[in-house]
C-alpha cells in the first residue's frame, strides 16, 4: 500500500527524490523530464497562453508529504518560492496523520455569475419579474452552453437583490440577478461569463432596465470546502513544551486573530501560504482563490481568522477551515501547462471537489505550523535556517559550498548576505 509517510525525504538527492515519485505514480522517464527547466513550460505554449511574451519565470516545485485526508494518501505538489513552507506543511501533517489525519467535506460546485441592471423605472417589479420567470432564465443560459448541461452541470437556480434601494442617485441604485451555476469539474470563469452574457437581452426586456456588468463573482460561497483536525495534546508537545501549553497557546494566538484585523491579516496570510502553493501548481487562479478566502474571513462584516481553533471535552486540539474554493481539474492551465498536467496527476485526484478539499487541508496544516512556532521558539527558528540556503546562493555559494555556507550562518547566528559573501571568499581563498 502506498503511503505519503517518506522518511528522510528532505535530505535526498533531487534525482532520488525523482525517482520515489516515479515509483509513487508509476510515472515514465518523459513524465519526469517535464520537471527539467527547459521542459516545465516550452516558450511556444507559454507564447500561447499569454500576450508580450518574452520568457517564464519557473517556481520551485516541491512535494508536501505525510497527507492523509478521509483515509486516503496524498503527496501533494506546491509550487513556491518562500522557504520553510513545504517543510512546514509536511511536518504538521505528519503529526495530524498520527490523530487520524483531516476530515474534509463540500458544499458542490456551485458558481455564481452576476448580472447588473440600472435604470429600473419599477425595481420591485423588475425583481419579480426575474423571479416568475426563473424557469425561462435558467433555460436560456443552458441553451448558451449545453455541453456543461451534458456533463450534469448548468444553471440550476437564480436569486435577485436591489442594492441601494433607497437611493435617489440614478448611479448606485441597481438590481442585481445571481446565477447559480454547476460548474462540474472546471473552474468555470468562461462558461458563466458566456451564459450571463447570451441572457442579458432577456433580462433587459423583463426589467426595463439597463444590463451593464455581465461577469462571474470569485465570491464563490456557495463552492465551500472545510477540513477539520483532532489532536490529542501528546502529539503537540515539543523542545520543552508540554502538549497542554502549545495546545493552549494555539488557541490564545487563534482568538488573537479572530479579535484583531492587524494580525489576522498575517495570520491568514500563513494560511494562504498553504493554499496558494497547489491552486499554483495545478494551474489554477490563485487571485481568485484569495480574493474569495479573504472575502469570507470577513463576511461577519469585520475581518476575522480563516481558522478556528478550540479545545474540545477531552481535551483534544480542533481545528476547523472553511473558503470558497473557485478551482478546477479541467480547461485553462490546468490542461495546457505541462507540469500543471502533471501535478494533478501527483495527487490522483478525480474531482475538483476532491481537489478543494486537498487544498483546504494543506491550508489548516499550514496555519497549524505556523502558529505552533510562533507560540515554542517562534518562528524565525526554523525560516531561518532554511532561509540561510538562499543567502549563501545569493552570495555566489555554489554546488556543495552552499550547505557548507549555509551551516555555518546559522550556528554562527548571522544570517545575512554579507556574512555569506565573506565566507565564500574565505573557502575560495
Known sequence: MKSSRIPGFYNKTVTERTEILKKWNDFSDEDIAVLSSEKSLPID???????????????????????????????VPMAIEEPSVVASASYIAKIIRGAGGFTT???????????????????????EMLINEKNKLVAACNDAYPSIVARGGGAKDL???????????????????????????????????TMVESIAPLVEELT???????????????????????IPPKLLASDGFTGEEVRDGIVHAFEFADSD????????????????????????????VEAGAHAYA??????????????????????????????????????????????????????????????????LAQNLGALKALVTDGIQKGHMALHSRSVAIAAGAAGEMIDMIANKLVEEKEIRVGRAKELVEQYIK
Open 45 to 75: 505554449i507559454a507564447n500561447n497562453m499569454i500576450e508580450n511574451v518574452v520568457g517564464t519565470l519557473p517556481l520551485p516545485l516541491g512535494l508536501g508529504l505525510n497527507f492523509l485526508i478521509n483515509g486516503k494518501e496524498y503527496i
Open 105 to 127: 467535506e463540500s458544499t458542490g460546485r456551485v458558481m455564481i455569475g452576476q448580472i447588473q441592471v440600472v435604470g429600473c423605472p419599477d425595481f420591485q417589479l423588475a425583481k
Open 159 to 193: 436569486d435577485v437583490r436591489i442594492i441601494n434601494e433607497e437611493s435617489d442617485s440614478p448611479y448606485d441604485k441597481m438590481l442585481i440577478l445571481h446565477m447559480y451555476i454547476d460548474t462540474c469539474d472546471a473552474m468555470g470563469a468562461n462558461i458563466i461569463n
Open 208 to 230: 426595463k432596465g439597463k444590463v451593464y456588468l455581465r461577469i462571474l463573482s470569485n465570491y464563490a460561497d456557495r463552492s465551500l470546502a472545510k477540513a477539520t483536525c483532532v
Open 261 to 288: 484585523p492587524y494580525r489576522a491579516v498575517t495570520h491568514n496570510k500563513g494560511i494562504m501560504n498553504g493554499i496558494d502553493p497547489v491552486v499554483i501548481a495545478t494551474g489554477n487562479d490563485w487571485r481568485a
Open 298 to 363: 470577513a463576511r461577519t462584516g469585520r475581518y476575522r481568522s480563516m481558522t478556528t481553533w478550540s479545545v474540545d471535552e477531552q481535551g483534544n486540539l480542533v481545528g476547523e477551515l472553511e473558503l470558497p474554493m473557485s478551482i478546477g481539474i479541467v480547461g485553462g492551465a490546468t490542461r495546457v501547462h505541462p507540469v500543471a498536467k502533471l501535478a494533478l496527476q501527483i495527487l490522483e485526484i478525480d474531482s475538483a471537489e476532491e481537489l478543494a478539499q486537498v487544498i483546504i487541508s494543506v491550508g
